[in-house]
């Protein structure tokens, strides 16, 4: 049940853009070094933008050269803004949950998410607050309604923007070998695999001889406005060879090149599924964490793919499931239960009317 969600028929007539007046809308982004919130708000803030009707602002904490110095905010930097009031806007889009110090009770904020991982963060949270949670899926809902505060959580169904119309980017290898993407997740709480996969630069090798090889972190893995930030990490990821390192916000023009996936705990993994494509997850912890059916594990998504507890398989693991996919079911099984309609291309027109209305409501 969606929970106080507004729909059509709570208002007298169809809403259309041309109905609604001019309203201020911040997308919240904390900091510029937060590019995968970026890639979250960005569906929204071009149909806005196209629009013309409302006025966009990209709001961090403080405005600084990395606003300007990354290419995806290249076509946007004029729209940032460092007025963190967000009671001064009539709508704030947010990818992250706010903090007690960052809105107030008369926040009018939606809750938009970021990604869509297993990690235990997100769903620790109340969001019964919120204006309205624009939900990826059923499996997001599921585990959100598992918390006691969010039972009065006001949600509805749209799907996962990100995978309207996922970008391009230009081939990063000129040759016929298979290409392989690593999408390590942040170091919070000891769920990345970011470390195990440093200390094996043989095993990069090996990899390296018969493959290419992506490697992709966690935007935080590079942040250092961000908790668990570690600079020599930094380096030695610049010090790999034979690896195309790629700090970025979407993942998707990336996974568009690639042939097999491996991951640890990264929400990437759901996005991975898009595809349809096999994946190795490299255990963080062998011996302790495990798959699970659970909806409610951070190893959920482990279902889909072979599972690396000893890194020095991991080559012998990627052969095989390039050779051999298995679990091709599984994973679009786990897509359609996580992802609302995933390949319609209609997800951000659902996210849009959701919030057009919240805009007309407050007329």
Known sequence: MMVGVLSQNTLAHNINAESIAAKRIAYYLRYCGNLHYFAAIKPYLDYMLEQGIHENFLVVRQLSAECNQFQEYADYSHLFNDNCNLDSYDLVLTPTFLRTEERTNKTRAVQIFHGMSDKPFTYDRDFSNYLLCLCVGQRQVDRLLQNECNHSMRW?????????????????????????????TWRKQN????????????????????????????????????????????????RIPGIKLIRSGNVMPWFAQSDLFIGDISASGYEWLYYNKPAVFLNPQPGVLQPSTDVSSI????????????????????????????????????????????????????????????LHSSQ
């Open 156 to 184: 509805s169904l749209i799907g996962y923007p990100k995978f309207d119309h996922p970008p391009t980017q230009p081939p990063l290898f000129d040759n016929d070998r298979k290409t392989i993407i690593y999408c390590p």
């Open 191 to 238: 769920i990345s695999s970011i470390e195990q996969f440093l200390n094996n630069l043989d095993v990069i090798a090996e990899i390296t001889r018969d493959y290419n090889l992506i490697v992709k972190p966690h935007p935080n893995i590079f942040n250092p406005n961000r908790e668990f930030y570690d600079q020599e990490i930094v380096d030695q990821l610049h």
């Open 299 to 358: 190893t959920y998504l482990w279902q889909c793919g072979d599972v690396c507890n000893e890194i020095r398989q991991l080559k012998c693991l990627i052969d095989e499931n390039l050779q051999r996919d298995r679990y091709q079911s599984i994973r679009e099984s786990l897509l359609h239960y996580s992802v609302f309609n995933p390949r319609d291309r209609g997800a951000t027109k659902r996210g849009v009317h959701q919030i057009e209305l919240l």
